[in-house]
């Protein structure tokens, strides 16, 4: 069974940087779209980024547009973990982070981790 677990969430101020992970374990993860979503408080779960194949060995990369230029998503395929550099934070990023996984080029995700709070504030 497909298993997420993030890791790396915590309390920032302003400005602050946090790195997320995600360890991903029973399945063949290049083979897998992988994207990080985050549900604020009283709010509804959004897409925060996604690494999606590209060809080969390559991946594209998306985001919504309030973190482009602020976060960064990365992959190790090898370490099967999946990454989320916040850079710039801001008391709208505070949220729980998930992870997902889903097959290449699906449009909805099939597998979920069990969350990681990150905090920032003001």
């Known amino acids: 069974q497909v298993q997420l677990v993030e890791s790396g969430g915590g309390l920032v101020q302003t400005g602050g940087s946090l790195r997320l992970s995600c360890a991903a374990s029973d399945l063949t993860f290049s083979n897998y779209d992988m994207g990080w979503f985050r549900r604020a408080p009283g709010k509804e779960r959004e897409f925060v980024a996604r690494s999606s194949w590209n060809g080969g060995f390559t991946y594209f990369t998306t985001y919504i547009g309030s973190v482009k230029g602020r976060f960064t998503i990365s992959r190790d395929n090898a370490k099967k973990t999946l990454y989320l550099q916040m850079n710039s934070l801001k008391p709208e990023d505070t949220a729980v982070y998930y992870c997902?996984?889903?097959?290449?080029?699906?449009?909805?995700?099939?597998?979920w981790g069990q969350g990681t709070q990150v905090t920032v504030s003001s």
């Open positions: 997902a996984a889903t097959k290449r080029g699906a449009s909805t995700f099939d597998h």
